[in-house]
C-alpha cells in the first residue's frame, strides 16, 4: 500500500526570520546578528536594508496556494522591528500570496524590547499572536543565559501584553539552565501559570556546539543539572501546567483548551510552508531547504534569483519525518495515512518500546504516553531510524 503523505498540496503558512538581536544569549545557536542595544528596528539601516531584501525574496517566490493562514516572525528578536517594518513585510506576504480573514500571526517578542505604542501598533497591522522570550523567571538565571532583560522586565512586557488584549499569548521557559535547581524552576512555572498566557511552550536547555555554552559547559558536569534532575524537571512541568488547566498537546508545549499554535501544527504534521529570510527553512513541492545563514551570502543568493537547489524527499525520508515530528504531538500519528506494510513493521520494531508503556496505539493513531512516552522519545525515534532508514 503507497504511503499516503501530501507534501506537495496547497501552502497555506510562511515562516519569516528576523535575526536581530541586543545580544547573542549564550545557549544560541540560530543565525542571528547583533545590532546592539537599540530598542527600535527604524534606528538601524542594518535592519532597513535586511527587510528590502527579505521583501525582493517574497515578491520572486512562485506561489503554491494561497492565502495564507498562519504567518511566524521568528528570529533573532522580530520586536527590534518598527511597526512600519513589520507592515511593510505583512504587505509584501499579502500582495503576493494573500492572508486569509482570521490568519494566526505571530510574532516573537523579547521583554525591554517594546513599549506600549509598539505592541499596539503591531496589533493594528495583525499580529494576534506574541510569543514572549521569558525563559526564566530569576535574575541571576537570566544572566547565567546571557539574556538581556529583567524580571522586572519580564512583568512590565507581560503588563502591557495583557493591555492592549492580544487574543494569544504565549510565553517561553528553558529548564536545565546551570545552576537550576528544582525549586528554583517551580518558581518560574507557578509565576507562569499567575500571568495567565494561552499558551506555555518549556524547551529543554541544549548545548550546541560553538555556543557560549558549549565552550563552558558539559552536559551532566557541574554546574549544569543532572540527567535524573531534568527528568523531574520535566515531570514537574508536565504536572505543574496540566493542574492547571493547560493541555499538553505537544512534547515541549501546553495550550488552555483552543489556543494550540496552529503554525508549529504545521511543521509537526509534516506540512509544507514557505520560509523567508536568513537561515530560514522552508519545506516545498517535497524539497526541504535552508537559507544561508550568514546576511552576506544570504543577500547573494537573493540577488541571484533565489534558487533552491535541492532534490524531493525520498520517500521513506519522508515516513521517517513524518514519524519524528508526528510522534511529538500528543494525538501522534495516523496509522491510516501510513500504509499496512508500514504499520506491521513500525508495531513490530517497538514492540518493547509497547511493553514498557512508552508508545500506544489508541483510535486509529500511533502515540507516545504522556510523559514517560515523551521523556523516552529519543529512544523510540532511533530505534524506528535504525530499522526503517
Known sequence: MALNFDVSGIVSSAYVHIPFCRRRCFYCDFP??????RLRGE???TISQYVEVLCQEIAMTPTLGQPLKT???GGGTPSLLSIEQLQRILAELEKRFGIAPGAEISLEMDPGTFDLEHIAGYGSVGVNRVSLGVQAFDEELLQVAGRSHSVE?????VELIHQVEIPEFSLDLISGLPHQSLDRWQDSLEKAVAILPTHISIYDLTIEPGTAFGRYYKPGDSPMPTDE?????YQMGQQVLTSAGYEHYEISNYAQPGHQCQHNRVYWQNRPYYGFGMGAASYLEGKRFTRPRKTKEYYQWVQAGGVIDCDVTPPNEVLLETLMLGLRLAEGVSLATLGEEKVEKICRYLRSHFDKGWVEVAEGRLRLSDPQGFLFSNVVLAELFSKLG
Open 153 to 157: 522586565d519580564i512583568f512590565a512586557a
Open 71 to 73: 504567518i511566524f516572525f
Open 43 to 45: 534606528t538601524s539601516g
Open 229 to 233: 534532575a531534568t527528568v523531574k524537571m
Open 32 to 37: 542571528v546578528s547583533v545590532v546592539g542595544d
